[in-house]
């Protein structure tokens, strides 16, 4: 029995006439949709039952078997039969068996349909071989009248003159698109006359047929450089992928390598990550678009060549990830192009490369109370109050400005012209001779030759100098933002620089541990660079939390005091090493000739001069007491090579001009006005100030 899920009915039609010779000379022939047990399943897609739409798909040719243009009972009952179990084998209530019942007595079989015999009235449609086709009338969203599963061996449908949307379903591709066909017309239905969508974008269309999609992915990847490297890390990806209705969902493994390496170390890191990754897709025309996110976890990999003993190291970082993608359908049994970008957010403690400009800048924070300390002010490159616990707090009150003077007229005309001529003559001739002799040029970094045009550079420090160094800045950097003579000072900005100095140094005394064997830091000098990280991380602790007294600020600075003039005097022995080294090296370079007319630029901060590192050992080197400077200058607050060269250029023509104007070349060495308001002040009178 049918068990009628929605109301269905039929109308009366015209009479017709069958020939004699149609039928047996009498019998009886029952059909029925299921068995006696079963229910007639309906279709919503199809708008009838699966028995009646392929029952009726049958009668149109598709039940033809044996190609006479005619569709006998037991031909249209097959058909049916297999189309219904095909088609309800997947539905939820299972799979349903059509019945038949035959009684005839006489000569040859019952036919039902002569499609051929009103192929002038209708439409004969022809369909490719492997695909089941399904014929929906006008549209898409239209009636489904007509069925051709892939195992039919008649592939010709008689149909109604019109326009039918087709759909063509393969193994792992779908075809689809509109046709229309006129009477008397026999028309090939190609594949290529179709729109081609691939098994995922079938999933994401919904079709009840496809469940879900899956495939087998490889391909490159280049990422950024990992924190604890200075090159893209580059490699492979495999992905296995599964789409369905509403969502896709990938599980990758990609393999990358990088490194970095500098005079003391060379690093290969590895970086293996499994992930999961859940996204959403868009399709338009060939072009699918999905947005997802993932989640997994990195195995870094890191192995080093040092001098010294390095331990290779394994660490484990979970990450969280935001992903874009492009898949390109190419057309070719499935085969598809995939460009991801995505970003990852790594939880792991991550011991950064140390760059040597990084590790040589002072850290910065924002000015709200700013306080210096004197020692070690060239190494550190902090300014320097006059007392160590000196302080500037921005807004305090100024002194009102002087009265104002009326200012000088400026220069014009012919005077104006032959000033400037002077300046641009003087450039020009400077310019001449700093290149007549060699030149050593003592930079903040490096040692740099000048000698016939070509340029040799040379280290100044090693590595380890530059890390001890590092440590050095920490303790100094907090007594400028906890300045003892305002020690209750709480803001935000305060607050922020504390955090983000906590941060540097939770993360320093790290990487700290990793450099020591490969720099072969021990000894004394290891346990003072770990007693200035560790003092600083607990009064830090303790400022995070809220303020701490001036006395403690005080205690803390005295206490560091020694432990930072110790790490001074190691660091001031390695970069006196490292120069004696690198000058000796220059001098192979020169002749005889050439060493005796050497100048010798030392640049740095106006506060060290005299005392700076470089000056005493190339007086020592020179044999030129302090205050000579015949051969040797120090180049004030320049810290730039042109600039220092410029300075070399400009003692030369000074002499000249001096020796041949006043019979002494260091005349202008001085100020050119000094002499002359040194005997001016001598008989002046001021009231003090």
Same mark, same amino acid.
């Given at each position: 029995?049918?068990?009628?899920?929605?109301?269905?009915?039929?109308?009366?039609?015209?009479?017709?006439?069958?020939?004699?010779?149609?039928?047996?000379?009498?019998?009886?022939?029952?059909?029925?949709?299921?068995?006696?047990?079963?229910?007639?399943?309906?279709?919503?897609?199809?708008?009838?039952?699966?028995?009646?739409?392929?029952?009726?798909?049958?009668?149109?040719?598709?039940?033809?078997?044996?190609?006479?243009?005619?569709?006998?009972?037991?031909?249209?009952?097959?058909?049916?039969?297999?189309?219904?179990?095909?088609?309800?084998?997947?539905?939820?209530?299972?799979?349903?068996?059509?019945?038949?019942?035959?009684?005839?007595?006489?000569?040859?079989?019952?036919?039902?349909?002569?499609?051929?015999?009103?192929?002038?009235?209708?439409?004969?449609?022809?369909?490719?071989?492997?695909?089941?086709?399904?014929?929906?009338?006008?549209?898409?969203?239209?009636?489904?009248?007509?069925?051709?599963?892939?195992?039919?061996?008649?592939?010709?449908?008689?149909?109604?003159?019109?326009?039918?949307?087709?759909?063509?379903?393969?193994?792992?591709?779908?075809?689809?698109?509109?046709?229309?066909?006129?009477?008397?017309?026999?028309?090939?239905?190609?594949?290529?006359?179709?729109?081609?969508?691939?098994?995922?974008?079938?999933?994401?269309?919904?079709?009840?047929?496809?469940?879900?999609?899956?495939?087998?992915?490889?391909?490159?990847?280049?990422?950024?450089?990992?924190?604890?490297?200075?090159?893209?890390?580059?490699?492979?990806?495999?992905?296995?992928?599964?789409?369905?209705?509403?969502?896709?969902?990938?599980?990758?493994?990609?393999?990358?390598?990088?490194?970095?390496?500098?005079?003391?170390?060379?690093?290969?890191?590895?970086?293996?990550?499994?992930?999961?990754?859940?996204?959403?897709?868009?399709?338009?025309?060939?072009?699918?678009?999905?947005?997802?996110?993932?989640?997994?976890?990195?195995?870094?990999?890191?192995?080093?060549?040092?001098?010294?003993?390095?331990?290779?190291?394994?660490?484990?970082?979970?990450?969280?990830?935001?992903?874009?993608?492009?898949?390109?359908?190419?057309?070719?049994?499935?085969?598809?192009?995939?460009?991801?970008?995505?970003?990852?957010?790594?939880?792991?403690?991550?011991?950064?490369?140390?760059?040597?400009?990084?590790?040589?800048?002072?850290?910065?924070?924002?000015?709200?109370?700013?306080?210096?300390?004197?020692?070690?002010?060239?190494?550190?490159?902090?300014?320097?109050?006059?007392?160590?616990?000196?302080?500037?707090?921005?807004?305090?009150?100024?002194?009102?400005?002087?009265?104002?003077?009326?200012?000088?007229?400026?220069?014009?005309?012919?005077?104006?012209?032959?000033?400037?001529?002077?300046?641009?003559?003087?450039?020009?001739?400077?310019?001449?001779?700093?290149?007549?002799?060699?030149?050593?040029?003592?930079?903040?970094?490096?040692?740099?030759?000048?000698?016939?045009?070509?340029?040799?550079?040379?280290?100044?420090?090693?590595?380890?100098?530059?890390?001890?160094?590092?440590?050095?800045?920490?303790?100094?950097?907090?007594?400028?933002?906890?300045?003892?003579?305002?020690?209750?000072?709480?803001?935000?900005?305060?607050?922020?620089?504390?955090?983000?100095?906590?941060?540097?140094?939770?993360?320093?005394?790290?990487?700290?541990?990793?450099?020591?064997?490969?720099?072969?830091?021990?000894?004394?000098? *290891?346990?003072?660079?770990?007693? /200035? %990280?560790?003092?600083? #991380?607990? @009064? =830090?602790? +303790? $400022?995070? &939390? !809220?303020?701490?007294?001036?006395?403690?600020?005080?205690?803390?600075?005295?206490?560091?005091?020694?432990?930072?003039?110790?790490?001074?005097?190691?660091?001031?022995?390695?970069? *006196?090493?490292?120069?004696?080294? /690198? %000058?000796?090296?220059? #001098?192979? @370079? =020169?002749? +005889? $000739?050439? &060493? !005796?007319?050497?100048?010798?630029?030392?640049?740095?901060?106006?506060?060290?001069?005299?005392?700076?590192?470089?000056?005493?050992?190339?007086?020592?080197?020179?044999?030129?007491?302090?205050?000579?400077?015949?051969?040797?200058?120090?180049?004030?607050?320049?810290?730039?090579?042109? $600039?220092?060269?410029?300075?070399?250029?400009?003692?030369?023509?000074?002499?000249?001009?001096?020796?041949?104007?006043?019979?002494?070349?260091?005349?202008?060495?001085?100020?050119?006005?000094?002499?002359?308001?040194?005997?001016?002040?001598?008989?002046?009178?001021?009231?003090?100030?």
């Amino acid at each position: 029995m049918w068990r009628l899920r929605v109301f269905q009915g039929g109308k009366v039609g015209p009479r017709f006439e069958l020939p004699p010779e149609t039928l047996p000379e009498e019998g009886l022939a029952f059909l029925t949709a299921s068995a006696a047990h079963e229910d007639a399943q309906e279709s919503d897609e199809l708008r009838s039952s699966f028995f009646t739409h392929a029952f009726v798909s049958g009668l149109l040719g598709a039940a033809d078997r044996d190609g006479n243009g005619e569709v006998a009972i037991d031909e249209a009952y097959r058909y049916a039969y297999e189309g219904t179990i095909r088609a309800t084998s997947r539905t939820f209530h299972g799979t349903q068996h059509p019945a038949f019942r035959y009684d005839f007595r006489g000569q040859g079989s019952v036919v039902l349909t002569r499609p051929e015999a009103y192929v002038l009235a209708r439409a004969t449609l022809r369909f490719a071989e492997g695909f089941d086709f399904l014929l929906m009338r006008d549209a898409a969203d239209g009636p489904v009248v007509a069925e051709l599963g892939a195992s039919a061996v008649q592939r010709a449908l008689s149909m109604r003159p019109g326009r039918y949307f087709v759909r063509a379903r393969g193994p792992d591709v779908m075809y689809e698109g509109s046709l229309s066909a006129g009477a008397g017309a026999v028309r090939r239905v190609e594949l290529s006359e179709l729109t081609r969508i691939e098994y995922a974008r079938l999933v994401r269309k919904g079709h009840a047929a496809v469940a879900h999609s899956h495939a087998i992915e490889l391909g490159g990847q280049l990422r950024t450089a990992l924190p604890n490297a200075e090159t893209p890390c580059a490699g492979a990806v495999a992905a296995y992928g599964i789409d369905f209705a509403s969502f896709g969902a990938r599980a990758r493994f990609g393999a990358c390598h990088s490194g970095f390496d500098n005079a003391a170390v060379d690093a290969a890191i590895n970086a293996y990550d499994p992930d999961l990754r859940i996204s959403h897709s868009w399709d338009a025309a060939a072009l699918a678009v999905e947005l997802g996110v993932g989640a997994g976890l990195t195995l870094f990999s890191q192995t080093f060549e040092a001098r010294g003993r390095a331990p290779d190291r394994l660490t484990l970082a979970p990450f969280l990830s935001i992903a874009a993608a492009a898949v390109l359908d190419l057309g070719w049994h499935g085969a598809y192009l995939r460009l991801d970008l995505g970003g990852d957010a790594f939880h792991a403690s991550a011991r950064e490369r140390v760059e040597p400009s990084r590790a040589r800048r002072p850290l910065r924070a924002t000015p709200h109370a700013r306080c210096g300390s004197a020692l070690l002010n060239r190494w550190l490159g902090l300014p320097a109050p006059r007392r160590a616990t000196a302080c500037y707090t921005p807004g305090m009150t100024q002194a009102s400005d002087p009265p104002s003077l009326d200012a000088s007229p400026p220069l014009e005309g012919a005077l104006e012209a032959v000033d400037q001529a002077f300046h641009e003559l003087y450039g020009d001739a400077r310019a001449e001779i700093k290149h007549e002799t060699p030149v050593l040029v003592l930079l903040t970094e490096e040692l740099v030759l000048y000698r016939g045009g070509t340029r040799s550079a040379f280290p100044t420090a090693p590595k380890l100098f530059h890390v001890l160094k590092a440590v050095a800045h920490i303790p100094v950097a907090m007594f400028t933002v906890l300045c003892p003579n305002d020690p209750h000072v709480s803001t935000a900005t305060q607050r922020s620089q504390l955090e983000r100095l906590h941060a540097l140094t939770v993360s320093s005394r790290a990487q700290l541990e990793a450099l020591r064997e490969p720099l072969g830091l021990h000894g004394a000098a *290891l346990s003072d660079a770990e007693l /200035s %990280v560790q003092t600083s #991380l607990e @009064l =830090l602790n +303790d $400022a995070v &939390r !809220g303020d701490v007294p001036a006395a403690r600020i005080e205690g803390f600075a005295q206490r560091l005091g020694p432990v930072l003039l110790r790490l001074t005097h190691v660091a001031t022995r390695m970069q *006196l090493e490292t120069l004696h080294a /690198s %000058v000796e090296r220059a #001098l192979g @370079l =020169l002749s +005889d $000739a050439e &060493r !005796g007319a050497l100048q010798v630029v030392v640049t740095g901060d106006h506060q060290a001069r005299n005392l700076s590192l470089g000056m005493q050992y190339f007086r020592a080197r020179m044999r030129e007491p302090e205050g000579t400077e015949e051969r040797l200058a120090y180049a004030e607050g320049v810290s730039d090579e042109q $600039a220092a060269l410029q300075l070399v250029g400009t003692r030369r023509l000074d002499h000249s001009i001096a020796q041949a104007f006043f019979g002494d070349r260091k005349r202008l060495q001085r100020d050119v006005l000094g002499d002359s308001a040194a005997a001016l002040l001598r008989d002046a009178s001021f009231e003090p100030i």
